[in-house]
């Protein structure tokens, strides 16, 4: 087990280096002056420039630029400054709470509702139920999460007025639309996998044993058909966590929300490349940690995964 | 064992008139007609069948676990002490399930949860049964996975079932089994799973502790020779029927029926150096499309008219010998001929 | 757009043909694909998602045929104004008449998402027949080198470098997604293949002495396309989705194109006076792309005869 770790965490090394570097050189290798690139619009002068020069290591050749800028990151946490002298990782800290809250409380709703559908799903497997919640998750996963951003905007916020629509200066709930929209896709993705993972568990033959061991209907759904269906909804789960910071850019910057993602989106758009290199690297760690993770929670929650 | 068999009073489970079928968009297959038996305590049943025959959906309706749909039980009882199980309330069921009524499947490593510990899974009777605390249940689990016989049991109780063997697997499952101490035990082809030195050890085990708990065993195969070891009484099902039911050493040693006289024909005897073996020729009819009248007459090579035309009843021959033949006495002397000339 | 999942969809097919010769193989492929044509006539779900393609596809090729309006006719005088008789989807800001702007939205879309469905389809099956088939360092060196492009995601790399090119049409939108978008079918792909290639039929054809090439074009990748083919399908539908999204946020296609992104865009400062201008092309994207979706599963089901039974 420790030693698969070690192997999995040498083995992302690459990927994290990689993927970072793919990034680093999209925002400071393209053609042109690196500096103007920085500076986007902006009058900059000469001393500016010169001290940029060096902060960026821009005298050097590219990969060891690459290798400094990284190294200062893992050792340092030094995700360099911007373009007005602020430090990135300043932005981050007070930027990443919110994207945090976001991506916790989407798949809070993600994990709940779709567990509900997919179970309710089964119990009433081919019956009215079923059809109705086969039906809208196929609506919601088909749908491109802009539109249910907008839709949910339009009913919810303008119409109903149930909800703020922009920016998060009413706690919690203003979360609530921005989750919604960030989870719909996956909500009806965890609704039609359990569904077909429970209903393959309902006729396997342990569940057959349960219910000749006299167990009630609930338990013997909960205790034996869930244990084993839950196992690939709760990796998906996990793994969606990792993409949701991407997903987090849309729907921030649909909402509002003062989050990293609309941030990288501003940034990109202000030309602010080292904000935009710093966000990227830590949002391609986050995903890479928390794939390892999810890869290990699968061997804790099936026992028949052996890590050699 | 037969000592203990008492043929007075009322049966520990009796089965009368048992009819399920199967109902799908293409049709309606007769999975069992007019199914009969009793057991008694301490009594070993042997149901014997090909695949296809009705064995393990006859278990699976007495246990209360058979699917529904697309199964339907169309008519008859299933009396357990006399009360029918099948228009008992369904949450008195459940607890006579796994307390009076268990079960062994054919496979374990697929019939065990693969990702709980068996040493839980036994626990479980005890925690959901008994309401034992989690210590107690699993005290006893080990326990009982010790009278099982699976070795260093108290170090095995947290481990997984894709662990252990075939042979332990299948015990273990004996051990989650009798766990409440039963009166009636079902086994449906307990040993088939299992390599043959295996099968040996698992059949004495379950032997064993039956004449222990002194419990009603119904064993479910389509292996003669685990039947002649083991069995009390055989009752031969084809086409989910029962063809003929009687004492194991009558049967073997003068049946009534063509179609068990073909099986015994079919396997290897030790006596029987130099014979040769005779297949049974043909199919089982489809259970969507039964013949209206005897449904092994196409297979039959003592067939006539009557047979195709007429269904025959399962009619006593001599006491306690039974078969659903139109032309059973004839059988009947025939075979009782061919033992004494083997004797001779 | 949050990552679709290819592992909870991957289904490899198995085939029908195992043992069978090149003759038997060839009806017993004939009879899969006219299984999967009649259980897909009676699956409702596609008959609406084919029924809609059709339409939108129609729309993307001929958009004379919906409108006679010249969609860059715009006359101050008459914007923002909402549905009418006359105008049925109302006016924009600039005066065009916004129906007939939406037809006209349908080609560029439309065309992203073959282009994209199309090259990153080509780049899977290589990538994915060569690691699955070859297996060892080949399929590591591959794997690893998806694992790094799939740990940057998508927007975000198509952000960054859109932001950087000048002047964007469809050609450059699709080459960035084809970029960064290429991870997740090539790990189907190598599933499907690897499933594929580990089946009797296989190892019988190698120990019969066939080639590389041979045992890959005639068993392996007929036999791993299904859910790929499938995924192909979805694919487009989130691909579309992608472009309005990228378009959308302002850094995929520019004006003078006109695209449902570029609506979607305009029409975000007006949301709360008028709505109509986000409403339309909102339905006309979301119905292409659920169209596109639903009719891959519904293909890459019929496709795999395990999932029937459900």
Same mark, same amino acid.
């Given at each position: 087990?420790?030693?698969?770790?070690?192997?999995?965490?040498?083995?992302?090394?690459?990927?994290?280096?990689?993927?970072?570097?793919?990034?680093?050189?999209?925002?400071?290798?393209?053609?042109?002056?690196?500096?103007?690139?920085?500076?986007?619009?902006?009058?900059?002068?000469?001393?500016?420039?010169?001290?940029?020069?060096?902060?960026?290591?821009?005298?050097?050749?590219?990969?060891?630029?690459?290798?400094?800028?990284?190294?200062?990151?893992?050792?340092?946490?030094?995700?360099?400054?911007?373009?007005?002298?602020?430090?990135?990782?300043?932005?981050?800290?007070?930027?990443?709470?919110?994207?945090?809250?976001?991506?916790?409380?989407?798949?809070?709703?993600?994990?709940?509702?779709?567990?509900?559908?997919?179970?309710?799903?089964?119990?009433?497997?081919?019956?009215?139920?079923?059809?109705?919640?086969?039906?809208?998750?196929?609506?919601?996963?088909?749908?491109?999460?802009?539109?249910?951003?907008?839709?949910?905007?339009?009913?919810?916020?303008?119409?109903?007025?149930?909800?703020?629509?922009?920016?998060?200066?009413?706690?919690?709930?203003?979360?609530?639309?921005?989750?919604?929209?960030?989870?719909?896709?996956?909500?009806?993705?965890?609704?039609?996998?359990?569904?077909?993972?429970?209903?393959?568990?309902?006729?396997?033959?342990?569940?057959?044993?349960?219910?000749?061991?006299?167990?009630?209907?609930?338990?013997?759904?909960?205790?034996?058909?869930?244990?084993?269906?839950?196992?690939?909804?709760?990796?998906?789960?996990?793994?969606?966590?990792?993409?949701?910071?991407?997903?987090?850019?849309?729907?921030?910057?649909?909402?509002?929300?003062?989050?990293?993602?609309?941030?990288?989106?501003?940034?990109?758009?202000?030309?602010?490349?080292?904000?935009?290199?710093?966000?990227?690297?830590?949002?391609?760690?986050?995903?890479?940690?928390?794939?390892?993770?999810?890869?290990?929670?699968?061997?804790?929650?099936?026992?028949?995964?052996?890590?050699? | 064992?037969?000592?203990?068999?008492?043929?007075?009073?009322?049966?520990?489970?009796?089965?009368?008139?048992?009819?399920?079928?199967?109902?799908?968009?293409?049709?309606?297959?007769?999975?069992?007609?007019?199914?009969?038996?009793?057991?008694?305590?301490?009594?070993?049943?042997?149901?014997?069948?090909?695949?296809?025959?009705?064995?393990?959906?006859?278990?699976?309706?007495?246990?209360?676990?058979?699917?529904?749909?697309?199964?339907?039980?169309?008519?008859?009882?299933?009396?357990?002490?006399?009360?029918?199980?099948?228009?008992?309330?369904?949450?008195?069921?459940?607890?006579?399930?796994?307390?009076?009524?268990?079960?062994?499947?054919?496979?374990?490593?697929?019939?065990?949860?693969?990702?709980?510990?068996?040493?839980?899974?036994?626990?479980?009777?005890?925690?959901?049964?008994?309401?034992?605390?989690?210590?107690?249940a699993r005290a006893k689990a080990v326990e009982l996975m010790q009278k099982v016989g699976i070795p260093a049991a108290e170090k095995r109780v947290w481990d997984f079932p894709h662990q252990f063997s075939g042979g332990m697997r299948q015990r273990i499952m004996i051990a989650m089994a009798i766990a409440l101490d039963p009166d009636v035990l079902i086994a449906d082809e307990p040993t088939t799973a299992l390599d043959v030195t295996v099968q040996a050890q698992v059949m004495g085990l379950l032997k064993d502790l039956q004449a222990?708990?002194?419990?009603?065993?119904?064993?479910?195969?389509?292996?003669?020779?685990?039947?002649?070891?083991?069995?009390?009484?055989?009752?031969?099902?084809?086409?989910?029927?029962?063809?003929?039911?009687?004492?194991?050493?009558?049967?073997?040693?003068?049946?009534?029926?063509?179609?068990?006289?073909?099986?015994?024909?079919?396997?290897?005897?030790?006596?029987?150096?130099?014979?040769?073996?005779?297949?049974?020729?043909?199919?089982?009819?489809?259970?969507?499309?039964?013949?209206?009248?005897?449904?092994?007459?196409?297979?039959?090579?003592?067939?006539?008219?009557?047979?195709?035309?007429?269904?025959?009843?399962?009619?006593?021959?001599?006491?306690?010998?039974?078969?659903?033949?139109?032309?059973?006495?004839?059988?009947?002397?025939?075979?009782?001929?061919?033992?004494?000339?083997?004797?001779? | 757009?949050?990552?679709?999942?290819?592992?909870?969809?991957?289904?490899?097919?198995?085939?029908?043909?195992?043992?069978?010769?090149?003759?038997?193989?060839?009806?017993?492929?004939?009879?899969?694909?006219?299984?999967?044509?009649?259980?897909?006539?009676?699956?409702?779900?596609?008959?609406?998602?084919?029924?809609?393609?059709?339409?939108?596809?129609?729309?993307?090729?001929?958009?004379?045929?919906?409108?006679?309006?010249?969609?860059?006719?715009?006359?101050?005088?008459?914007?923002?104004?909402?549905?009418?008789?006359?105008?049925?989807?109302?006016?924009?800001?600039?005066?065009?008449?916004?129906?007939?702007?939406?037809?006209?939205?349908?080609?560029?879309?439309?065309?992203?998402?073959?282009?994209?469905?199309?090259?990153?389809?080509?780049?899977?099956?290589? /990538?994915? #027949?060569? %690691?699955?088939?070859? @297996?060892?360092?080949?399929?590591?060196?591959?794997?690893?080198? !998806?694992?790094?492009?799939?740990?940057?995601p998508y927007i975000l790399g198509a952000l960054v470098f859109l932001n950087v090119i000048p002047t964007r049409g469809v050609r450059e939108v699709a080459m960035v997604l084809i970029i960064f978008t290429w991870p997740t079918m090539t790990r189907l792909m190598r599933g499907s293949v690897i499933s594929a290639a580990s089946t009797e039929y296989v190892t019988a054809a190698r120990a019969l002495g066939a080639g590389h090439v041979t045992i890959m074009r005639r068993h392996i990748l007929p036999n791993s396309l299904g859910p790929?083919?499938?995924?192909?399908?979805?694919?487009?539908?989130?691909?579309?989705?992608?472009?309005?999204?990228?378009?959308?946020?302002?850094?995929? /296609?520019? #004006?003078? %194109?006109?695209?449902? @992104?570029?609506?979607?865009?305009?029409?975000?400062?007006?949301? !709360?006076?008028?709505?109509?201008l986000l409403v339309f092309p909102l339905l006309f994207v979301s119905l292409t792309v659920f169209a596109f979706m639903t009719l891959g599963d519904a293909v890459r089901d019929a496709l795999d005869p395990k999932s029937k039974k459900k």
């Amino acid at each position: 087990m420790t030693r698969y770790i070690i192997r999995r965490l040498l083995q992302f090394i690459p990927v994290i280096l990689i993927s970072t570097l793919i990034v680093y050189a999209l925002v400071f290798a393209i053609p042109g002056d690196p500096i103007r690139a920085l500076a986007g619009d902006r009058p900059m002068s000469d001393a500016v420039r010169e001290q940029l020069r060096q902060q960026y290591n821009l005298d050097d050749p590219f990969f060891i630029q690459y290798f400094k800028y990284i190294w200062g990151v893992f050792t340092a946490a030094d995700f360099g400054t911007t373009f007005q002298g602020r430090p990135v990782l300043d932005i981050i800290q007070q930027r990443l709470p919110v994207t945090v809250t976001l991506a916790l409380v989407a798949t809070a709703i993600q994990a709940v509702f779709g567990v509900i559908a997919g179970i309710l799903c089964t119990i009433y497997k081919d019956r009215f139920i079923d059809r109705l919640v086969q039906v809208s998750t196929v609506m919601m996963v088909a749908l491109p999460i802009i539109a249910i951003g907008f839709l949910l905007q339009l009913v919810f916020g303008l119409n109903l007025g149930w909800f703020p629509i922009a920016g998060n200066r009413e706690g919690l709930v203003s979360y609530l639309l921005p989750a919604f929209t960030l989870a719909s896709v996956s909500t009806g993705i965890i609704a039609r996998l359990l569904r077909g993972e429970l209903v393959d568990a309902m006729q396997s033959d342990y569940v057959r044993t349960a219910t000749a061991k006299g167990l009630k209907r609930t338990r013997v759904i909960g205790r034996h058909g869930l244990r084993n269906a839950m196992i690939p909804v709760v990796t998906f789960i996990g793994a969606d966590l990792a993409s949701m910071l991407g997903g987090s850019i849309v729907v921030e910057s649909i909402f509002n929300l003062p989050g990293l993602g609309e941030q990288v989106y501003r940034s990109i758009s202000g030309q602010e490349g080292t904000v935009v290199v710093g966000i990227v690297t830590l949002m391609v760690i986050f995903f890479v940690v928390i794939n390892l993770l999810v890869d290990l929670l699968y061997g804790l929650l099936d026992p028949r995964i052996r890590y050699e | 064992m037969t000592e203990t068999t008492t043929t007075s009073g009322t049966p520990l489970l009796e089965v009368r008139n048992l009819e399920v079928e199967f109902r799908s968009k293409t049709g309606v297959a007769q999975a069992i007609n007019g199914m009969n038996f009793t057991l008694h305590a301490g009594e070993t049943l042997a149901i014997l069948g090909e695949s296809g025959s009705g064995k393990s959906v006859t278990a699976q309706t007495i246990m209360g676990i058979l699917d529904m749909p697309p199964g339907h039980i169309t008519g008859g009882q299933i009396l357990y002490r006399g009360e029918d199980l099948l228009t008992m309330g369904e949450e008195k069921r459940r607890k006579l399930r796994g307390m009076n009524i268990s079960m062994i499947f054919q496979d374990a490593l697929s019939s065990l949860n693969p990702v709980l510990p068996v040493g839980w899974q036994i626990a479980e009777m005890f925690r959901v049964h008994r309401g034992f605390k989690r210590k107690e249940a699993r005290a006893k689990a080990v326990e009982l996975m010790q009278k099982v016989g699976i070795p260093a049991a108290e170090k095995r109780v947290w481990d997984f079932p894709h662990q252990f063997s075939g042979g332990m697997r299948q015990r273990i499952m004996i051990a989650m089994a009798i766990a409440l101490d039963p009166d009636v035990l079902i086994a449906d082809e307990p040993t088939t799973a299992l390599d043959v030195t295996v099968q040996a050890q698992v059949m004495g085990l379950l032997k064993d502790l039956q004449a222990e708990h002194n419990m009603g065993l119904i064993l479910i195969t389509h292996d003669l020779g685990v039947v002649a070891d083991v069995a009390d009484k055989i009752a031969v099902m084809y086409a989910g029927r029962v063809m003929e039911s009687a004492d194991v050493f009558e049967i073997y040693a003068r049946t009534a029926n063509p179609y068990t006289k073909g099986l015994l024909e079919s396997i290897p005897r030790i006596d029987g150096a130099g014979e040769r073996l005779r297949a049974i020729p043909g199919l089982p009819p489809p259970l969507t499309d039964m013949p209206a009248g005897c449904p092994f007459s196409p297979r039959c090579e003592f067939a006539t008219e009557l047979c195709t035309a007429e269904r025959p009843a399962l009619r006593e021959i001599v006491p306690g010998h039974r078969s659903a033949c139109h032309y059973a006495e004839k059988i009947y002397a025939m075979s009782a001929e061919g033992t004494e000339e083997a004797r001779a | 757009m949050s990552n679709p999942n290819p592992e909870a969809r991957t289904t490899p097919v198995s085939t029908a043909a195992t043992e069978a010769g090149e003759g038997q193989k060839k009806t017993a492929e004939a009879s899969l694909l006219a299984d999967a044509w009649r259980s897909l006539r009676k699956n409702p779900w596609f008959i609406i998602s084919a029924a809609i393609l059709l339409v939108m596809l129609a729309m993307a090729i001929f958009p004379q045929l919906f409108t006679s309006e010249d969609p860059r006719a715009c006359f101050l005088e008459r914007n923002r104004q909402t549905p009418s008789a006359e105008h049925w989807f109302g006016t924009d800001i600039q005066g065009c008449d916004y129906y007939t702007r939406v037809i006209y939205g349908a080609r560029n879309s439309i065309a992203v998402g073959f282009i994209v469905s199309l090259g990153v389809l080509v780049i899977s099956l290589i /990538l994915g #027949l060569v %690691a699955g088939y070859f @297996g060892k360092w080949v399929d590591a060196v591959i794997s690893r080198f !998806t694992d790094m492009v799939f740990a940057v995601p998508y927007i975000l790399g198509a952000l960054v470098f859109l932001n950087v090119i000048p002047t964007r049409g469809v050609r450059e939108v699709a080459m960035v997604l084809i970029i960064f978008t290429w991870p997740t079918m090539t790990r189907l792909m190598r599933g499907s293949v690897i499933s594929a290639a580990s089946t009797e039929y296989v190892t019988a054809a190698r120990a019969l002495g066939a080639g590389h090439v041979t045992i890959m074009r005639r068993h392996i990748l007929p036999n791993s396309l299904g859910p790929v083919i499938g995924y192909a399908t979805v694919f487009i539908g989130i691909i579309i989705g992608a472009e309005a999204t990228l378009t959308y946020l302002g850094v995929g /296609l520019q #004006l003078p %194109a006109i695209s449902w @992104g570029l609506q979607l865009s305009d029409a975000k400062p007006y949301l !709360t006076s008028f709505p109509h201008l986000l409403v339309f092309p909102l339905l006309f994207v979301s119905l292409t792309v659920f169209a596109f979706m639903t009719l891959g599963d519904a293909v890459r089901d019929a496709l795999d005869p395990k999932s029937k039974k459900k």
